[in-house]
């Protein structure tokens, strides 16, 4: 169903909070953009370009990928015809300099208008990303006990095969949340003092999670 959402908004909140998942599905009902940093570092990885191989190792480890290189990415990206009046940004910023940048390269009235933290017990983040598949085709995200595809392994939407992420491995995982705690989760204090901050209890399902979500994001 369509919804009207003109908000330039941040989803905040560690790996497996639900940010992909959701950020994906109301930009698609309201239709702006959608503009995750992992996603596109992927694409880079997969297309095998320069940018990609650097990546790689930072991903696979389950570290950040340096300030400046994903600054560039967003800044680019951010400029492009589609993103000038809405869009939701899942995974950026992750660190205070890629916050700082943000702020740099949006002034007035093209300024952040919402950040949402996506609150979930570290402990259920591990079991949501240990059970993570994406469709390699389409990229839906399902999960092996919280959300089965109808035929293992295969994706309902569109036939496509399913993989598990490689830095959706226990070690990574460990890594990813490690990272989230010490240079992320200091974005909360960032955000709040700036007046922007909403939280959101995100340790529900994904339909009582949307619908909440739309009205914080109006
Ligand atoms: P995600 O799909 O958002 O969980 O991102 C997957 C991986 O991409 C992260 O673990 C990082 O290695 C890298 N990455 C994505 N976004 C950023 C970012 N804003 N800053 C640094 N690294 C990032």
Same mark, same amino acid.
């Given at each position: 169903?369509?919804?009207?959402?003109?908000?330039?908004?941040?989803?905040?909140?560690?790996?497996?909070?639900?940010?992909?998942?959701?950020?994906?599905?109301?930009?698609?009902? !309201?239709? +702006?953009?959608?503009?995750?940093?992992?996603?596109?570092?992927? #694409? *880079?990885?997969?297309? $095998? /370009?320069?940018? @990609? %191989?650097?990546?790689?190792?930072?991903?696979?480890?389950?570290?950040?990928?340096?300030?400046?290189?994903?600054?560039?990415?967003?800044?680019?990206?951010?400029?492009?015809?589609?993103?000038?009046? !809405?869009? +939701?940004?899942?995974?950026?910023?992750?660190?205070?300099?890629? #916050? *700082?940048?943000?702020? $740099? /390269?949006?002034? @007035? %009235?093209?300024?952040?208008?919402?950040?949402?933290?996506?609150?979930?017990?570290?402990?259920?983040?591990?079991?949501?990303?240990?059970?993570?598949?994406?469709?390699?085709?389409?990229?839906?995200?399902?999960?092996?006990?919280?959300?089965?595809?109808?035929?293992?392994?295969?994706?309902?939407?569109?036939? $496509?095969?399913?993989?598990?992420?490689?830095?959706?491995?226990?070690?990574?995982?460990?890594?990813?949340?490690?990272?989230?705690?010490?240079?992320?989760?200091?974005?909360?204090?960032?955000?709040?003092?700036?007046?922007?901050?909403?939280?959101?209890?995100?340790?529900?399902?994904?339909?009582?999670?949307?619908?909440?979500?739309?009205?914080?994001?109006?």
């Amino acid at each position: 169903m369509a919804v009207a959402v003109r908000a330039r908004c941040v989803f905040l909140g560690a790996p497996g909070a639900g940010k992909g998942t959701q950020a994906k599905k109301v930009a698609e009902a !309201a239709s +702006i953009a959608h503009i995750s940093t992992g996603d596109m570092l992927r #694409a *880079q990885v997969a297309a $095998g /370009t320069p940018l @990609g %191989a650097e990546a790689k190792s930072f991903m696979d480890a389950g570290k950040l990928v340096p300030d400046q290189v994903i600054i560039a990415m967003v800044q680019a990206r951010i400029a492009e015809p589609d993103a000038r009046e !809405a869009w +939701i940004l899942d995974g950026f910023p992750r660190t205070l300099p890629q #916050a *700082q940048a943000l702020d $740099g /390269t949006l002034s @007035g %009235a093209s300024a952040v208008s919402h950040v949402i933290y996506f609150d979930v017990p570290e402990s259920v983040l591990v079991g949501r990303l240990t059970g993570r598949r994406t469709c390699g085709k389409c990229g839906a995200i399902w999960h092996v006990d919280n959300h089965p595809t109808k035929v293992a392994d295969v994706c309902d939407n569109c036939g $496509g095969g399913l993989v598990q992420r490689s830095d959706d491995r226990l070690e990574a995982i460990t890594q990813r949340l490690e990272q989230y705690r010490t240079l992320t989760a200091p974005l909360l204090a960032y955000y709040r003092e700036r007046g922007v901050l909403r939280e959101i209890d995100a340790n529900r399902s994904p339909s009582v999670v949307y619908e909440e979500l739309l009205n914080l994001m109006q």
